[in-house]
């Protein structure tokens, strides 16, 4: 690892699977200063701090003791950078896989002006092909968390994840406070994570194909709860009826082609209820 600026790099985890976790830890520990753990309760949290230990001092973990929700992790992580003085920190998830050389292809493009989140382009487990990259930078007002990299000074200025979406819309809720304040999402021209999103399966209506991803009851009840939660944040914008017309799209889908629907609408349903009572 060179000298210079640096590089923290965070995972969060909740009951992993250890062959993937190695992969992941293995796959960024040369690339960065050091790595954090921060668990969110799993139930084999002795297995993981044995196996933490086995990378020590270069790995670390923060104990929750509970699920408290991937945003209170992820600040959990910045809290960590900032404490430690580390220049920006990547945010990973516990299935993500970083290919090498990702953190190198980042310094190239830390003269960008007002960055707030710098990405890479991710290949999905689940698809046998994956879209092609831009051969330039181009500006991403969507960024999901997992494999980017933000400067810790704006964490620390208060660009933090809202702990009260818990899980979804954690990342596009960052992504708005960061544009509304002037601040750009950049994605590079490099593939730097391997990824997973959900079980995608391929399913045929009429003449056209969609993709399902086969979400569990809980995280779909946390996908329309805070679809809600968006609009009452921000208002009726472009954005969130976007939000909404997804998550619509997503039931949808669930009714049509996925196991557990009567669970899954349950949840749907509650989820908008809850919205609407919530205060934010």
């Known amino acids: 690892m060179k000298q210079g600026k640096k590089f923290l790099a965070g995972i969060v985890t909740f009951n992993p699977e250890f062959e993937r976790l190695k992969e992941n830890i293995l796959g960024i520990i040369s690339q960065v200063h050091q790595v954090i753990l921060v668990d969110n309760g799993s139930d084999n949290i002795c297995d993981i701090i044995s196996f933490v230990n086995s990378f020590a001092p270069s790995v670390k973990i923060i104990e929750l003791g509970e ?3 991937i945003a209170t992790a992820l600040n959990k992580i910045g809290d960590f950078a900032v404490e430690h003085e580390f220049c920006y920190f990547l945010a990973l998830d516990q299935d993500s896989v970083s290919l090498p050389g990702v953190i190198e292809e980042f310094k190239k493009y830390l003269y960008l002006p007002k960055i707030g989140l710098l990405n890479s382009y991710h290949k999905d487990r689940n698809l046998q092909s994956n879209s092609p990259q831009n051969t330039v930078v181009i500006e991403d007002p969507q960024m999901i968390t997992s494999g980017s990299l933000m400067p810790t000074y704006l964490f620390e200025q208060g660009f933090k994840y809202d702990e009260r979406l818990f899980i979804d819309k954690v990342d596009f809720d960052l992504d708005i406070l960061l544009m509304n304040a002037g601040y750009h999402l950049y994605q590079i021209p490099f593939y730097g994570l391997l990824h997973e999103v959900g079980e995608i399966k391929s399913q045929k209506f009429l003449f056209y194909k ?71």
């Open 67 to 69: 699920n408290l929700g």
């Open 210 to 280: 969609t993709k399902t991803y086969n979400h569990s009851p809980f995280r779909r009840y946390y996908m329309s709860r805070n679809t809600v939660l968006m609009f009452k944040k921000y208002g009726l914008t472009k954005r969130t009826l976007m939000f909404f017309i997804a998550d619509v799209g997503k039931a949808g889908k669930t009714l049509l082609y996925e196991s557990k629907k009567a669970d899954k609408l349950k949840k749907v349903i509650q989820g908008y209820i809850d919205g609407i009572k919530y205060k934010v």
